[in-house]
């Protein structure tokens, strides 16, 4: 296992130059949380790895189209939703993870904790339905256009228009 | 990065887990993006060997070389890809062997339909000798060593180098016919001379690839085109006719050549088992 303890983006600069060690660097750093956050979009655990797989290969040979814009994370994850639809566009028949209908209890010391990092939002979400939830997760939060939540959450696109207007609506109501 | 905030253990393993609710979930995400110590908390929630086998995933993906234009129309059309890879390893399979091929019987073409009178013989003599040879120079350039960059992973593959000769052979051959096919529809009175090269191609192709079992392919290839050129030169001005070389005689000549190379070849091919002679 190599340790590294350049910085995200000296990494990526050394991974543009064809720098294999620094590449595993990166992928020891950030696979791991990459293949959770896509675990929890996609049920079928061999279609995640390969979406991981085509991600670091994408960091290989994109490292140079690298801009120094926003944090590495966010680009890595950029890069893997994005394949990950790709995956998802060519056989839809792997299956969506189903959203969870009964509400798991959020413990007092949780409820302060997101009180913390999202203030009145965290409760607003907590009560929009899971199918809105979904729409405002693939779009808001994690930077979908339209068409890409479609293909990821397996519904027409003009149902995630409708529903993100929804969610819209009932959150500036909830905040008001 | 305000690092004040910071996920506990428990949280982030109902979050690995996938059994925390979307909203907790969302919140973490946003957080993992700008905080590397909840990150590497996360990070033993995905078993070791997993990460290790992706790993070696990505590191064939990013050796193997990417695959060129040719393969991927091969892959395309269902070609088995060890075999796309071997095809496409060809020198004269590329983009720019079909490119110059298809300049040099274009210009030949061109000349033959704009050069005045004796001209216009002269183009269409040299398109069908081009036509003739092009497929030659591309068989010779598809095997042996030199030119074809897997000729020595070829020998020592477990393949019969036989299949392989005759793989790439014909390969080559259909595309080079399928150009001089094309280009032979730009001819000016398109008729039976547009085609007459075919055979005495097929001809020198054949006699190519059996001369290739006594010596180099490409000198193989040089003294079957050089004699190819006298012989269509010396009777062309014998009979001052351009496609002299193409009538009749020279057509029955080529079957003649296709049939008695191909004898000789099934009884050599044997040669290309040790390599082609070097």
């Known amino acids: ?176 | 990065m305000t690092a004040a905030w910071h996920a506990d253990l428990q949280m982030l393993s109902a979050y690995a887990d996938g059994g925390l609710d979307d909203v907790r979930a969302s919140s973490i995400e946003a957080h993992l993006l700008s905080c590397e110590t909840c990150r590497d908390l996360l990070a033993p929630a995905v078993p070791a060997a997993t990460i290790d086998r992706v790993w070696q995933g990505v590191v064939i993906a990013t050796v193997a070389p990417h695959a060129g234009i040719v393969e991927r129309v091969l892959l395309r059309a269902g070609v088995r890809d060890d075999i796309a890879r071997l095809l496409a390893a060809t020198p004269s399979l590329r983009v720019s062997w079909f490119l110059a091929e298809s300049l040099a019987l274009g210009f030949a073409a061109f000349a033959a339909n704009v050069a005045p009178g004796g001209g216009a013989d002269a183009a269409l003599f040299l398109f069908l000798v081009i036509a003739a040879l092009a497929p030659v120079a591309g068989v010779a350039a598809a095997f042996g060593p030199g030119l074809d960059p897997t000729y020595e992973i070829g020998i020592a593959a477990p393949m019969r180098n036989e299949r392989l000769l005759l793989m790439r052979t014909l390969a080559v051959l259909a595309t080079s016919l399928a150009i001089a096919g094309l280009a032979a529809i730009a001819l000016p009175g398109f008729d039976r001379a547009a085609i007459a090269w075919l055979l005495p191609s097929l001809g020198l192709c054949l006699t190519t690839v059996t001369l290739a079992t006594w010596i180099r392919p490409v000198v193989a290839a040089i003294v079957v085109a050089m004699t190819w050129l006298a012989v269509a030169a010396s009777v062309t001005a014998a009979r001052s006719d351009p496609v002299a070389a193409f009538r009749s005689g020279g057509q029955v000549l080529a079957l003649a050549l296709i049939v008695i190379s191909a004898l000789v070849l099934s009884r050599r091919r044997v040669v290309y088992e040790g390599g082609v002679a070097a």
């Open chain 1, 1 to 176: 296992m190599t340790v590294r303890a350049d910085g995200d983006e000296a990494l990526l600069r050394a991974v543009a130059q064809g720098d294999r060690e620094a590449l595993e660097a990166l992928y020891r750093r950030h696979a791991p949380w990459l293949m959770v956050r896509l675990s929890r979009r996609c049920s079928d655990p061999g279609l995640v790895e390969e979406v991981v797989q085509d991600t670091f290969v994408a960091v290989w040979r994109g490292a140079g189209r690298y801009r120094g814009t926003g944090e590495v994370p966010a680009w890595i994850w950029g890069i893997g939703i994005r394949r990950l639809i790709d995956r998802l566009r060519r056989s839809p028949a792997a299956v969506m993870r189903e959203v969870p209908h009964d509400e798991v209890s959020i413990s007092a010391e949780d409820q302060v904790l997101l009180g913390v990092e999202h203030g009145d939002l965290g409760t607003a979400l907590g009560r929009l339905s899971p199918e809105l939830r979904a729409v405002v997760q693939a779009t808001v939060l994690d930077g979908l256009t339209t068409k890409e939540a479609a293909t990821l959450l397996g519904i027409p696109q003009g149902t995630v228009k409708t529903r993100a207007a929804r969610a819209r609506r009932e959150l500036r109501e909830a905040l008001a």
